[in-house]
């Protein structure tokens, strides 16, 4: 933030003085109006830099990066701002290519300067400073603990962390005054208990996690999947906790778009719920408690599908193909899934997004919990209405499957994704298409 914030001040500084190149022919009345445009310009560079990682704590710490992605930001700010100058109206803006291109020219030698002697002081801040633990097969985790701690490039401090180093830090208080450390996973049998048990410290423990990858593990990863620090290729295991833009600007979306569904939604209610009624006794609706994000209970609502008191007999059941319980008129609910309509007011409460891993009953959770590795981790996003394993699973998934979908969802957290399973959902809905 106090890159970002220093970068801004240099390129208005910059804009000012190509003003002062044509300050004869610019009238009084449209100095407002360049304030405004030069605006724009600074918050193109900030969107440029950010796409850029011109503000990354990594590159901060390393002088040649540090101005090569301010100057890369600058030049993109730099495109954006002529695209603007040639898609808006004429009169619109009265800032003009000229001024853009001189400020920035004159921002670029003040920028270098700054991010050159800037480096020095982010290498003082101790949340810039890189610590690991590296874990997993002694001989290779030990080799690139040294390899970090002497490669004079990168600010960092690495230590091998034995099975008893382990117990001890688990062990050890939550509240200790000691930043936690990124860790690095180096297993060669990426199977085992073991990698597994190893991975479930380090989220308990650490901050991010690493995983060198083995020879074989690089023909599955994708060319954008692989990172270095400092020269050591490494995989990042995706975090509990997604970032605050996406959670803010999805949560934005959610309210929007369950606000217009459920108003576009009320005909095929009524409908449908006329149809309920009409065909079994019982409730319209049907609510149950559901497991939602950080483990927090709720009651999700959905058309009733099934015959009045289902579990009556046999207590908490997962519904399975072609299910006796579930009437005819549920059936075809299901099929297109016109009995999750109910559920976009769970989206509208925050109970719920558009897009996560569905949201499974306290009972099945626990069972589930016990018996898969790793299950916890679909609390670390809200559940949603639809999901990857409701647009390519079915209703009757194995819960291993659905586990599998749905950690590839969280690995993969994006708007854009999140917008192509609701593409698909539609579909699915449409179509009947993986639902029975």
Partial sequence: MFCLLTDALIVWIGLNLATLTRLETLPSESLLLLQRDRLMCLLLYVVSGLAAGAFRGARLTDRFDSMYYAGIALLGAVVLAFLSVALLPR???????REIGLGMLFSAPMLALWRYFATSLATRFTALYRSFYVLGAAAEAKRIAKALVVNPDVPADAEYLSAQSRRSIAAQDAAQDEPRRDAIVCVTDKTSAEFLRLLEFCEAHCRRVFVYPSVYDTLLFQHSSLLAIGGVPLVEVAGREPQGAYVFVKRCIDIAVSLVGLLLAAPVCLVAAAAISATSPGGVFYTQERIGRRGQIFKIYKFRTMVSDAEARTGPVWAGKNDARV???GRFLRKHRIDE???LWNVLRG???????RPERPHFHEEFSKALSLFDRRLAVRPGLTSLSH???SYSSDPADRLRYDLVYIGTLSLLNDLKIMFSTVRVVLGGKGAQ
């Fill in 391 to 393: 647009v390519l699973g």
């Fill in 91 to 97: 009169d619109f803006m009265t800032i003009s290519r």
């Fill in 351 to 357: 109970d719920m997004s558009l897009v996560g891993p």
């Fill in 341 to 343: 309509i109910p559920q």
């Fill in 327 to 329: 009437t005819p008129v």
